[in-house]
């Protein structure tokens, strides 16, 4: 979802309005909204208040500075787009300036003539172009390049902070859809928690019959309930599908042997370390050692897995036998 930003623009009115316009459309152009207060009559002391909660409103601040300071606010004494400037710097707003550059100037002066030259408080102007200028800013030479310079600001500020601004209701989370895939979820996660529960209980009761030796007809219903759950387990060697019980039972040799980490060149040994082995961890029939003076562990059959691999073998040995006298 892309969240949109307010952004207020703040700059004198008669010399700008080109580059007022071109801004404006900059933003809409961007995705985002634009805002500024050039409407309000100068004088009024509720102005400087109302400026300011807008400024307090928005999520960016963009002045744009060219050849004039602007109207004076009575009781400052300072311009209201530098008093603007201050308020956004002082709420810790995310703001950045367009200074027109001296070039710029001159062709606003050869089309506007004296509207586009501070006429009156050229010291305050130079005082404040200079404080921007220190600041985070870009000298334009055009409209153009007002433009340019709006896009490249914009998306810095949403890409290095993507939780300002505002998502707009068409775009937004649907509460009841997140609530029912909220649901959907829960009930999926506890599904797996039993599963993992049932599987524990498997593994402990194997452990504990193996334990007490002797292999009781509990212990072989068990066995029976491991074997279709690793025969379901699809694995692919050699781009040939099999399962973890079959290639536990046909390379039962080398589990039985051990399986070091360190060789991972062969594809069969790697099927075997790394797509059988965890599955049998997880049932107790196999365990990773530490071997001294090996860097790197052994993936070997428990005294349950050779248990498991000497009845795996019987019955598929009975089975052959079966089919060959039938």
């Known amino acids: 979802m892309k969240r949109k930003l307010l952004v207020f623009i703040s700059s004198t009115y008669i010399d700008l309005k080109e580059e007022r316009q071109a801004a404006v459309e900059a933003v809409l152009e961007a995705g985002h909204i634009p805002a500024g207060m050039e409407l309000f009559s100068a004088g009024d002391r509720s102005q400087l208040e109302t400026i300011k909660k807008w400024i307090d409103d928005s999520d960016v601040f963009l002045l744009i500075l060219g050849g004039r300071y602007g109207s004076i606010e009575a009781v400052s004494q300072k311009s209201y787009i530098e008093l603007e400037y201050a308020h956004a710097e002082q709420q810790g707003m995310r703001h950045f300036a367009l200074v027109l550059n001296e070039q710029f100037r001159k062709s606003k002066i050869s089309i506007l003539g004296q509207d586009a030259v501070e006429q009156n408080n050229g010291k305050k102007l130079e005082d404040f172009r200079a404080k921007v200028l220190s600041k985070m800013c870009s000298l334009v030479e055009d409209k153009k390049d007002i433009k340019l310079s709006i896009y490249k600001a914009l998306k810095n500020i949403t890409d290095e902070n993507q939780e300002i601004g505002w998502v707009p209701k068409k775009e937004s989370v649907d ?71 079959d290639s536990f039972v046909k390379y039962k040799e080398s589990f039985v042997s051990g399986l070091s980490s360190r060789v991972s060149s062969n594809e069969l040994y790697r099927h075997c370390y790394a797509s059988v082995g965890p599955q049998l961890v997880i049932y107790g029939l196999a365990e990773y050692e530490r071997v001294p003076g090996l860097n790197g562990q052994i993936l070997r059959t428990t005294k349950l897995g050779n248990q498991f691999l000497a009845w795996a073998v019987k019955l598929i040995a009975e089975g052959v036998a079966k089919s060959a006298s039938s």
């Open 175 to 245: 509460p009841s859809k997140t609530s029912i895939e909220f649901v959907a979820m829960t009930k999926e996660i506890s599904e797996l928690h039993r599963k993992i529960a049932d599987l524990q209980k498997i593994n402990a009761s194997l452990t504990s019959s193996v334990a007490a030796g002797g292999s009781t007809t509990k212990q072989l219903d068990e066995f029976k309930a491991v074997a279709e759950t690793l025969s379901l387990i699809k694995l692919v060697l050699e781009n040939k599908e099999t399962n973890a019980l």
